[in-house]
């Protein structure tokens, strides 16, 4: 049997680093947890709303959250930071203003920035949201993959492995795809390999996509 764990979790500590920075108690970790999970869900939420995206794709890369007495920073690492840069002070103002609603921020005001990185199409979750357009307008998974795999090759990276799982094409009994590209050496801790999990929701049902990206070896 295979034994699967995942990338970012193998690789804690030696090339991979935590996404959220805070401290608390034992008994408040859970409650801390599902706070970092919703002022992510706000974010995306306030980008899929207010934000006319013609590609499909949001561009967000990862969300850091870093905790502090009466502040908790936001750093939104985007791939195509023009959809907040119009304007970019206000818009940034509107977000923070929808975050602390949704959250009812009284002790903690969030603070949020946003960075860009270099080589967007390089990072699986910005992969995955344009491989999830491709499929919610019909198009052949294996042409999406491919297309994929093409916009990786420009961003430099050493191997890609993308897997979709579920109804595909519309057929009647669900099935694994995958196709590989370069290198992907998921044992090797040393490995900086990006991983992504994506839910998509298409008229068949929903499908998962899971893309591992090997950057570089440190």
């Known amino acids: 049997m295979g034994q699967k764990i995942n990338p970012l979790g193998f690789r804690l500590g030696t090339t991979q680093s935590h996404h959220s920075l805070w401290f ?3 008994k408040n970790y859970s409650e801390g947890l599902q706070k970092d999970q919703k002022i992510r869900n706000c974010i995306k939420n306030f980008v899929q709303k207010n934000i006319k995206i013609s590609s499909g794709v949001e561009g967000i890369a990862i969300i850091e959250i870093q905790k502090r007495v009466d502040v908790i ?6 791939g195509f930071p023009k959809l907040l840069t119009e304007s970019k002070a206000k818009r940034i103002e509107k977000l923070q203003l929808y975050v602390e609603q949704e959250l009812n921020c009284v002790n903690q005001k969030p603070n949020i920035t946003i960075v860009r990185i270099g080589n967007p199409y390089g990072n699986p979750n910005i992969l995955a949201e344009f491989i999830a357009g491709q499929l919610k307008n019909r198009v052949s998974f294996r042409k999406a993959m491919k297309k994929a795999i093409e916009l990786t090759e420009q961003a430099n990276t050493k191997g890609i492995q993308i897997q979709i799982a579920g109804r595909l094409d519309g057929k009647e009994i669900a099935r694994v795809e ?15 390999i990006d991983y992504c999990s994506y839910p998509v929701r298409t008229i068949y049902g929903v499908l998962g996509i899971k893309i591992w990206v090997f950057v570089d070896n440190e």
């Open 24 to 26: 608390t108690q034992p």
């Open 73 to 78: 920073q936001i750093i939104i690492y985007m």
């Open 178 to 192: 995958w196709i590989r590209e370069g290198r992907v050496p998921l044992q090797t801790i040393r490995a900086k």
